[in-house]
């Protein structure tokens, strides 16, 4: 995998990068809804900026961006196809690194569930989803039901925390959806890990040896979903 990075000028920067720009490029979908969002920020936006400072954590009252990778690509075992992420984050808070992945939404899916995505399995699908269980402590049987995407977001954050030598991880849904769309879906998802969770705030999810990951929801502005 290449390391060298380019520096966006502009939201439109961010299009190359997508895997079809003619699709997703598009007023009101997720990807231009969000590289808008992120793009114009002074820092954090400021609806990111309010579900850390709704969270129980003081990890997330002081935090600040180091730097913001969109599509960025985390290899996973058990195939080729590695973990598209809308914005990697790798942010500081006090002496500490923290490594976010941010999946961008409107109005789209998250995707398959993991019992559709595992119909006639592979040997690559189960090593693979033995993998992503294995990393976020879950039996195989408790995720059937859950979105496949948030699993390989989850653990994204996780493998990127451990490359960064970071002590916090952060799977972050930004949704621009009016009807919050998915909330319900990750609710579920976070409730695997004893989490009651909520819109505009980020929770604690499970403590692994010096990595502590976290779950969290943001409803986006609405505004940029006419930019």
């Known amino acids: ?8 000028r502009s939201a439109d920067d961010w299009r190359p990068f997508l895997a079809e720009p003619d699709k997703q490029w598009k007023t009101g979908y997720s990807a231009r809804t969000l590289a808008y969002c992120w793009q114009e920020a002074d820092g954090f ?38 973990s598209q992420n809308d914005i990697f984050v790798l942010a500081k808070s006090a ?13 789209e899916p998250f995707d398959k569930r993991v019992s559709e995505w595992f119909q006639n399995p592979s040997a690559g ?23 496949y995407q948030l699993l390989h977001r989850t653990v994204s954050a996780k493998l990127m925390a451990r490359k960064f030598q970071a002590g916090i991880a952060l799977m972050l ?15 579920r ?14 929770h604690s999810a499970v403590q692994f040896d010096g990595l502590v990951l976290y779950l969290g929801w943001v409803q986006g502005d609405k505004h940029y979903l006419g930019r």
């Open 125 to 147: 699908k189960q090593a693979r989803l033995e993998f992503l269980c294995s990393e976020l402590n879950l039996p195989v049987d408790d995720v059937m039901n859950t979105p």
């Open 1 to 8: 995998m290449n390391t060298i990075y380019l520096p966006a």
């Open 95 to 107: 002496d500490q690194l923290v490594s976010i992945t941010v999946e961008g939404k409107v109005d």
């Open 45 to 82: 936006p400021a609806c990111v900026r309010q579900a850390f400072d709704n969270s129980d954590s003081a990890t997330f009252k002081h935090i600040e961006p180091l730097l913001a990778i969109p599509e960025h690509k985390v290899p996973l075992p058990g195939g080729r196809a590695a």
């Open 189 to 202: 998802y976070a409730a695997l890990f004893g989490i009651k969770a909520k819109k505009n705030n980020v």
């Open 173 to 187: 849904v930004h949704s621009f959806s009016p009807e919050d769309r998915g909330f319900d879906e990750f609710a």
